[in-house]
């Protein structure tokens, strides 16, 4: 009798290797998918999370399937390691206003940074700072943003489990007065003269600022297609001096396009 022949069984899937970089930022957004401890067990059953220092020790090598990157690009190394990380990336998610936008340290991106380290630093000459603080995408090409500040856990989720499935990532692109409307928050620029970005910022917050009676701070950078002109407008009638409103666009996200323009209009004024 022969004995029975046996069955190899097939190689396992590998599975698709996530990877999570960060520049120069506060680490919210990554605590962000950290604190998605619900649904980042499913996730984390579908992949293999090879770079992840705020999680684990285990550092493996690229090539990566996703990486999400935090933070802006602000040294000279920053440069470098960016443009390395996408050669090493299949896809390449910018994460936060930081990443996005520059983040609040694009604030220096009015100011002669050399001023600032010669005042802060008592060895100014080993500082290497870029003059400017600015998103990943002035430098590498990136498949996709998520903005926020920080980033919303839900949506960074579907976003991975999106491009793990093959599908095209969506997020909202429309104005933070839509989520107002739907959560049944009166508008504070109508019914309390509250200066407010919600019109001209991207939702996805679900209006957290409006709905406790503050305007919005634009965290999520502008929308689709922004009037920052009429907004603008609307500021000034609230009794907003024009120094006021460019402190209002130069916020988490004052350095994307659409509020660095119109912030810049409103400091020509004030000359």
């Not at 998605?36 to 999680?55: G, P, R, S």
């Not at 020790?57 to 935090?70: A, F, I, Q, S």
Request: aromatic share 8%; with cysteine; glycine share 6%.
């Amino acid at each position: 009798m022969k004995a029975p022949k046996r069955k190899i069984k097939p190689e396992a899937a590998k599975k698709p290797k996530l990877a999570v970089f960060k520049f120069t930022s506060c680490d919210g957004c990554q605590l962000s998918l950290l604190d998605a401890e619900d649904v980042l067990l499913d996730v984390v059953d579908a992949v293999e999370i090879a770079y992840f220092v705020e999680a684990r020790d285990r550092r493996l090598p690229g090539p990566y399937d996703v990486t999400l990157v935090e933070g802006s690009i602000s040294t000279p190394e920053h440069i470098e390691q960016i443009q390395e990380i996408r050669e090493q990336s299949k896809f390449l998610i910018a994460i936060g206003a930081c990443a996005t936008a520059g983040g609040i340290q694009a604030l220096r991106n009015w100011r002669d940074v050399d001023e600032f380290v010669r005042i802060v630093y008592a060895h100014p000459e080993y500082i290497d700072a870029l003059q400017t603080s600015t998103p990943i995408s002035d430098y590498v090409q990136v498949d996709f943003e998520l903005r926020g500040c920080p980033i919303n856990k839900y949506q960074l989720l579907d976003v991975v489990t999106s491009l793990l499935i093959g599908k095209q990532p969506r997020t909202p692109t429309y104005s933070v007065c839509m989520e107002c409307k739907r959560r049944g928050t009166p508008c504070v620029m109508v019914s309390r003269g509250i200066p407010c970005l919600g019109p001209v910022t991207q939702a996805g917050c679900n209006a957290i600022c409006p709905a406790v009676n503050r305007g919005c701070f634009g965290c999520y950078g502008p929308h689709e297609a922004p009037n920052t002109d009429a907004l603008g407008q609307h500021l000034e009638d609230l009794g907003m001096t024009s120094a006021e409103i460019v402190r209002l666009y130069r916020n988490f996200s004052g350095y994307a396009d659409a509020f660095r323009l119109a912030s810049d209009v409103y400091e020509e004024m004030m000359a």
